[in-house]
Protein backbone atom coordinates (compact mmCIF):
# COMPACT_ATOMS: atom_id res chain seq x y z
CA UNK A 1 0.00 0.00 0.00
CA UNK A 2 1.30 3.29 -1.10
CA UNK A 3 2.05 5.66 1.85
CA UNK A 4 1.14 9.51 2.45
CA UNK A 5 4.70 9.97 2.57
CA UNK A 6 5.18 8.02 -0.31
CA UNK A 7 2.76 10.13 -2.36
CA UNK A 8 4.47 13.09 -1.52
CA UNK A 9 7.65 11.97 -2.44
CA UNK A 10 6.65 11.35 -5.51
CA UNK A 11 4.65 15.01 -5.91
CA UNK A 12 7.90 16.17 -4.82
CA UNK A 13 10.10 14.70 -7.54
CA UNK A 14 7.51 15.30 -10.21
CA UNK A 15 6.63 18.73 -9.81
CA UNK A 16 9.41 21.24 -9.24
CA UNK A 17 8.05 24.81 -7.97
CA UNK A 18 7.28 22.53 -4.46
CA UNK A 19 11.02 21.28 -4.42
CA UNK A 20 11.50 21.48 -1.09
CA UNK A 21 14.94 22.94 0.55
CA UNK A 22 17.90 21.10 0.13
CA UNK A 23 18.27 20.93 4.33
CA UNK A 24 14.79 18.72 3.93
CA UNK A 25 15.80 15.06 2.89
CA UNK A 26 12.38 13.53 3.22
CA UNK A 27 9.01 14.52 3.49
CA UNK A 28 7.26 14.60 7.09
CA UNK A 29 3.84 14.07 8.38
CA UNK A 30 3.16 17.34 9.79
CA UNK A 31 -0.32 18.32 11.68
CA UNK A 32 -1.67 22.33 12.28
CA UNK A 33 -3.70 23.02 15.29
CA UNK A 34 -5.94 25.81 14.07
CA UNK A 35 -5.43 25.71 10.30
CA UNK A 36 -8.26 26.69 8.89
CA UNK A 37 -7.59 30.48 10.48
CA UNK A 38 -5.94 33.15 8.59
CA UNK A 39 -2.14 32.47 10.09
CA UNK A 40 -2.78 28.64 9.74
CA UNK A 41 -3.60 28.59 6.77
CA UNK A 42 -0.51 30.35 5.54
CA UNK A 43 1.31 27.69 7.46
CA UNK A 44 -0.29 24.39 5.89
CA UNK A 45 0.41 25.72 2.69
CA UNK A 46 4.19 26.61 3.03
CA UNK A 47 4.71 23.08 4.20
CA UNK A 48 2.45 21.50 1.59
CA UNK A 49 4.82 23.42 -0.58
CA UNK A 50 7.76 22.43 0.83
CA UNK A 51 6.71 18.52 -0.12
CA UNK A 52 5.22 17.72 3.60
CA UNK A 53 2.23 15.45 4.41
CA UNK A 54 -0.33 17.98 6.19
CA UNK A 55 -2.85 17.80 8.21
CA UNK A 56 -4.99 19.95 10.44
CA UNK A 57 -8.05 19.51 13.13
CA UNK A 58 -11.50 21.53 12.83
CA UNK A 59 -14.56 22.23 14.91
CA UNK A 60 -17.08 23.70 12.48
CA UNK A 61 -17.48 20.77 9.87
CA UNK A 62 -18.97 23.38 7.04
CA UNK A 63 -16.32 25.90 7.05
CA UNK A 64 -13.61 23.21 7.31
CA UNK A 65 -15.20 21.53 4.29
CA UNK A 66 -15.50 24.31 2.47
CA UNK A 67 -12.08 25.64 3.14
CA UNK A 68 -10.30 22.07 2.04
CA UNK A 69 -11.84 22.51 -0.97
CA UNK A 70 -10.73 26.01 -1.74
CA UNK A 71 -7.37 24.58 -1.23
CA UNK A 72 -7.86 21.78 -3.10
CA UNK A 73 -8.79 24.30 -6.14
CA UNK A 74 -5.67 26.29 -5.52
CA UNK A 75 -3.86 22.67 -5.85
CA UNK A 76 -2.97 22.05 -2.39
CA UNK A 77 -4.19 18.64 -1.08
CA UNK A 78 -4.59 18.60 2.98
CA UNK A 79 -5.71 16.66 5.09
CA UNK A 80 -8.57 17.45 8.23
CA UNK A 81 -9.81 15.92 11.27
CA UNK A 82 -12.45 17.08 12.97
CA UNK A 83 -11.23 17.94 16.94
CA UNK A 84 -11.84 19.77 20.01
CA UNK A 85 -8.45 20.19 20.68
CA UNK A 86 -9.59 21.94 24.41
CA UNK A 87 -10.51 18.34 25.19
CA UNK A 88 -7.61 16.00 26.15
CA UNK A 89 -9.53 12.55 24.90
CA UNK A 90 -10.70 13.97 21.57
CA UNK A 91 -7.05 15.25 21.08
CA UNK A 92 -5.74 11.84 21.90
CA UNK A 93 -8.37 10.23 19.38
CA UNK A 94 -8.09 12.79 16.47
CA UNK A 95 -4.11 12.05 16.60
CA UNK A 96 -4.63 8.31 16.54
CA UNK A 97 -6.64 8.58 13.23
CA UNK A 98 -3.96 10.66 11.66
CA UNK A 99 -1.78 8.22 12.53
CA UNK A 100 -3.41 5.35 10.95
CA UNK A 101 -4.38 7.41 7.83
CA UNK A 102 -1.21 8.83 7.40
CA UNK A 103 1.57 7.94 9.17
CA UNK A 104 3.38 8.79 12.47
CA UNK A 105 3.31 12.48 13.04
CA UNK A 106 6.72 14.34 13.69
CA UNK A 107 6.19 18.02 12.94
CA UNK A 108 3.56 19.06 14.83
CA UNK A 109 2.27 22.87 15.18
CA UNK A 110 0.48 24.23 17.97
CA UNK A 111 -2.25 27.20 16.17
CA UNK A 112 -5.00 27.02 17.42
CA UNK A 113 -6.89 30.01 19.65
CA UNK A 114 -9.00 31.73 20.80
CA UNK A 115 -10.16 35.58 22.36
CA UNK A 116 -12.27 36.40 24.77
CA UNK A 117 -11.38 39.88 25.13
CA UNK A 118 -12.82 41.93 28.21
CA UNK A 119 -10.92 43.82 31.53
CA UNK A 120 -10.50 41.32 34.01
CA UNK A 121 -12.89 42.99 36.59
CA UNK A 122 -15.62 41.95 34.19
CA UNK A 123 -14.22 38.96 32.96
CA UNK A 124 -16.37 35.38 33.66
CA UNK A 125 -14.64 32.33 34.60
CA UNK A 126 -16.14 30.63 31.51
CA UNK A 127 -14.11 33.54 29.74
CA UNK A 128 -11.34 32.68 31.34
CA UNK A 129 -11.26 29.17 31.00
CA UNK A 130 -12.48 29.08 27.56
CA UNK A 131 -9.64 31.03 26.50
CA UNK A 132 -7.11 29.46 28.37
CA UNK A 133 -8.79 25.36 27.12
CA UNK A 134 -8.19 26.49 24.06
CA UNK A 135 -4.79 28.22 23.76
CA UNK A 136 -2.78 26.46 26.45
CA UNK A 137 -4.34 23.28 27.84
CA UNK A 138 -4.94 22.26 23.88
CA UNK A 139 -0.96 22.48 23.65
CA UNK A 140 -0.62 19.49 25.90
CA UNK A 141 -3.62 17.54 24.78
CA UNK A 142 -2.30 17.78 20.91
CA UNK A 143 1.31 17.63 22.20
CA UNK A 144 1.36 14.97 24.89
CA UNK A 145 0.33 12.09 22.28
CA UNK A 146 2.25 12.91 19.47
CA UNK A 147 5.38 12.94 21.32
CA UNK A 148 5.40 9.31 21.71
CA UNK A 149 5.54 8.82 18.05
CA UNK A 150 8.81 11.77 17.84
CA UNK A 151 10.42 9.47 20.47
CA UNK A 152 10.00 7.03 18.93
CA UNK A 153 11.02 8.15 15.27
CA UNK A 154 14.49 10.00 17.30
CA UNK A 155 13.23 12.83 15.60
CA UNK A 156 10.67 15.88 16.33
CA UNK A 157 9.44 19.64 15.38
CA UNK A 158 7.40 21.47 17.24
CA UNK A 159 6.46 25.05 17.33
CA UNK A 160 4.06 26.48 19.17
CA UNK A 161 2.34 29.75 17.96
CA UNK A 162 2.40 32.13 20.83
CA UNK A 163 1.98 36.17 20.20
CA UNK A 164 3.40 39.17 21.25
CA UNK A 165 0.77 40.06 23.71
CA UNK A 166 2.30 37.20 25.84
CA UNK A 167 5.72 39.55 25.52
CA UNK A 168 4.03 42.61 26.77
CA UNK A 169 0.67 42.08 27.55
CA UNK A 170 -2.58 44.20 26.09
CA UNK A 171 -5.39 45.66 28.02
CA UNK A 172 -8.50 43.62 28.29
CA UNK A 173 -6.74 39.88 27.36
CA UNK A 174 -5.61 39.11 31.04
CA UNK A 175 -6.64 35.30 29.76
CA UNK A 176 -5.07 35.44 26.18
CA UNK A 177 -2.03 36.91 27.75
CA UNK A 178 -1.46 34.25 30.30
CA UNK A 179 -2.37 31.31 27.81
CA UNK A 180 -0.07 32.74 25.35
CA UNK A 181 3.16 33.57 28.13
CA UNK A 182 2.25 29.63 29.36
CA UNK A 183 2.67 28.44 25.71
CA UNK A 184 6.60 29.40 25.99
CA UNK A 185 6.62 28.33 29.27
CA UNK A 186 5.81 24.72 28.21
CA UNK A 187 8.42 25.67 25.23
CA UNK A 188 10.96 25.82 27.17
CA UNK A 189 10.76 23.32 29.47
CA UNK A 190 9.91 20.44 27.21
CA UNK A 191 12.62 21.57 24.95
CA UNK A 192 15.31 20.63 27.70
CA UNK A 193 13.43 16.80 28.25
CA UNK A 194 13.85 16.06 24.74
CA UNK A 195 16.52 17.62 23.36
CA UNK A 196 18.84 14.75 23.40
CA UNK A 197 16.05 13.25 21.19
CA UNK A 198 16.42 14.97 18.13
CA UNK A 199 13.35 16.79 18.65
CA UNK A 200 13.06 20.74 19.23
CA UNK A 201 10.73 22.26 20.60
CA UNK A 202 10.40 26.49 19.66
CA UNK A 203 7.81 29.46 20.24
CA UNK A 204 6.90 31.98 17.32
CA UNK A 205 5.45 35.20 18.75
CA UNK A 206 3.42 36.92 15.84
CA UNK A 207 2.97 40.71 16.32
CA UNK A 208 0.31 41.99 14.54
CA UNK A 209 -1.02 40.25 11.10
CA UNK A 210 -3.13 41.33 8.55
CA UNK A 211 -5.69 38.91 8.81
CA UNK A 212 -9.52 39.62 9.15
CA UNK A 213 -9.49 40.17 12.50
CA UNK A 214 -7.19 43.36 12.27
CA UNK A 215 -9.34 43.77 9.26
CA UNK A 216 -12.74 44.63 11.30
CA UNK A 217 -10.92 47.19 13.70
CA UNK A 218 -12.13 50.71 12.66
CA UNK A 219 -9.81 52.41 10.67
CA UNK A 220 -8.52 54.91 12.96
CA UNK A 221 -7.50 52.76 15.33
CA UNK A 222 -6.17 50.24 12.85
CA UNK A 223 -3.39 53.08 11.54
CA UNK A 224 -2.75 54.04 15.29
CA UNK A 225 -1.74 50.46 15.80
CA UNK A 226 0.62 50.59 12.32
CA UNK A 227 2.41 53.63 13.67
CA UNK A 228 3.82 51.56 16.25
CA UNK A 229 5.34 48.74 14.05
CA UNK A 230 9.14 50.22 13.03
CA UNK A 231 8.80 48.20 9.59
CA UNK A 232 5.87 50.57 8.89
CA UNK A 233 3.36 47.75 8.01
CA UNK A 234 1.19 44.72 9.73
CA UNK A 235 2.64 41.58 9.04
CA UNK A 236 1.43 39.06 6.96
CA UNK A 237 0.16 35.15 7.20
CA UNK A 238 3.57 34.16 4.89
CA UNK A 239 5.88 36.23 7.55
CA UNK A 240 4.84 33.51 10.16
CA UNK A 241 4.78 30.98 7.91
CA UNK A 242 7.78 31.40 6.59
CA UNK A 243 9.37 31.07 10.33
CA UNK A 244 7.58 28.04 10.82
CA UNK A 245 8.88 26.54 7.92
CA UNK A 246 12.58 27.66 8.76
CA UNK A 247 11.74 26.11 11.81
CA UNK A 248 10.85 22.47 11.59
CA UNK A 249 13.89 22.31 8.90
CA UNK A 250 16.30 19.27 9.71
CA UNK A 251 19.08 21.90 9.60
CA UNK A 252 17.61 23.65 12.18
CA UNK A 253 17.85 21.46 14.66
CA UNK A 254 21.02 23.67 17.27
CA UNK A 255 17.70 26.04 17.64
CA UNK A 256 15.42 24.89 20.51
CA UNK A 257 13.65 26.30 23.60
CA UNK A 258 13.59 29.54 21.57
CA UNK A 259 10.88 32.41 21.34
CA UNK A 260 11.19 33.92 17.65
CA UNK A 261 9.32 37.35 17.64
CA UNK A 262 7.90 37.70 14.46
CA UNK A 263 6.40 41.23 14.99
CA UNK A 264 8.61 43.99 12.57
CA UNK A 265 9.93 45.40 16.04
CA UNK A 266 6.60 46.25 17.77
CA UNK A 267 8.05 44.74 20.96
CA UNK A 268 11.41 44.02 21.69
CA UNK A 269 12.82 41.57 24.74
Known sequence: MTTAVQKA????????TNTPPATQ????????????GGIGTEIC???ARAGHVVATTYR?????????AQLAAEGYTLHIYKCDVADFEDSQR??????????????????????????????????????????????FNITRPVLDYMLENNFGRIVNISSINGQKGQFGQANYSAAKAGMHGFTKALAQEVAKKGITVNTVSPGYIDTDMIQGVPEPIRLGIMSQIPVGRFGKPEDVAHVVSF?????S???????????GGHFMD
Open 60 to 68: NEEKAKAWK
Open 253 to 263: GFITGANIATN
Open 25 to 36: AVPRVCLVTGGT
Open 94 to 139: AVKAIVADLGPITVLVNSAGITRDTTLRKMSHDQWREVISNNLDSV
Open 9 to 16: QTVQQNNE
Open 247 to 251: LVEEG
Open 45 to 47: KRL
